[in-house]
């Protein structure tokens, strides 16, 4: 669900990500197995709540999450027992019986999944329990019955899918409980929410601290149909509407909005933002995309995908510890209300290894546990690395720099080595231009990684390669570890790489065949040397 060719370019700039066969047919008997027994008991269950919904008296289109002197482990409970769990039996009849069946596949071991499970449960208790979708929440031991996951069309842990009348589509929306919530609304055919007095408002709110409000004449016109339009394409922002002026007071308190209006309210000290000119789809679309997220983002595992995948491609991340974040929240709110919809601000813990490293091993602090400021402009795929102090003026001259295009991108290197007598030099970063590309001679340089697994392989080769041609003046031989050293002009895509950077062309370095064998690479060693030289031996 959440994979791709690795170049030195997607290896620096794809972080997410989130992250991706034939079964054999279902038999049915008349008798109903034990697991059938259990799911036709769930489904009983399930039409109970419905039918207590129906007759319990609440407002048909919310109930309060307040659960009243309820525990949270007997809410979990109850979301728990709504969820369905498929096996090798029942899962086939259970997506053809329904129109709409949320299914997630997961496996004991794995820790996203168990993160996600809480969520997926408390999401099916809103749902059947207070929302009154028509929509079946279950989920399947992919890794238990894996006939039944493959015929789902689960081929990683986590996957949601959802099921409509047997056709599965993928899972779009946000990992939290709400965000499940309104994607499922909106996909089974309720973008919006309706509301027609002040009662209804104020239950509302109690459930939704973020949303979108549109105030109408009628619920009807071109510019309603853009709102309608707008609501159903959005996957991650719950619409509502209304054509009470007193309503729209409850719902967005700080104007007196004039009809046709549109604004969204977050849970942020910026609270209420609306959107000015003529209401068109793309319009408030680009609106909410623009303003959705907080002027801060703090990264969580449940939002790390959507942060990435923000259409603003100019983004500032601030790693520190715990408290030191809390200490400059309040600084790069007032930074970021300058920079709104050009520059985006993510806060991440340091001590959130599996959020924090990934970015951080790209400029080699993944050991560092001093508060960082990194940037990315991944409209021309460079990174750059704040190293002044991280004082509000250099964090804000950092955030204009970024949006001006004037900082200087950052590569990483090692510390300069001593190659004295060395017949192999180390190239580093910053010594790339000067060992390489403003060298007078020819240089093979060996490119590798430590994760690679036929480096070594080459590596034996170059030393053995170093030592035939060994005297000659004009071939140097040079080798460069790209996990821990950048340069704009070296684009490797695999690895290892042999590179043969003529003496009158570095810009066109020739890529060498690392399959090949000492004789085969010698000979096309000695056809790209250009010199009057008496050649080394091509035999070995």
Known sequence: MFGSKLTSRSLVFTLVLLLLLVVSPFTFTTALSEEEDEYADDLQELIAIDDEQESGGSSPHYESRDFGKKSEAEVLSKAQRVVIELNGDSTKRVIEENEYVLVLGYAPWCSRSAELMPEFADAANMLKGSLGIGILMAKIDAERYPKAASFLGIKGFPTLLLFVNGTSQPYTGGFSSEEMVLWARKKTGVPVIRINSITEANEFLKQHATYAVGLFDKFEGPDYGEFVKAAAADNEIQFVETTSAEVADILYPVAKPTKPFFGLVKSEPEHYTSLDGNLSSDGILRFLENNKFPLVTLMTELNSAKVYSSLNKLQVYVFAETDDLKKLVGILQEIAKKFKSKVMIVAVDIEEENLAKPYLTLFGLED???????????????????????????????CSGLLHGTLTPYYKSQPIPDNKNASILTVVGKTFDDLVLSSPT???????????????????????????????????????????????????????????????????????????????????????????????????
């Open 442 to 540: 020819n240089i093979l340089l060996e490119v590798h990684t430590p994760w690679c697994i036929t480096c070594e392989t080459t590596s034996k080769q170059m030393q053995k390669l170093a030592k035939h041609f060994e005297g000659l003046e004009n071939l140097v031989f040079a080798r460069i570890d790209a996990s821990t050293n950048e340069h704009p002009q070296l684009q490797v895509e695999e690895y290892p790489a042999l590179l043969f950077y003529p003496a009158g062309d570095k810009s066109n370095p020739i890529k060498l065949p690392t399959k090949s064998s000492l004789k085969e690479l010698a000979a096309i060693i000695n056809k790209n040397l250009k010199t009057k030289e008496p050649l080394a031996k091509d035999e070995l």
């Open 368 to 398: 560092s546990e001093e508060t960082a400021i990194i940037a990315f402009d991944y409209n021309s795929n460079s990174k750059y690395l704040l190293e002044s102090d991280p004082t509000s003026r250099n964090i804000e001259d950092f």
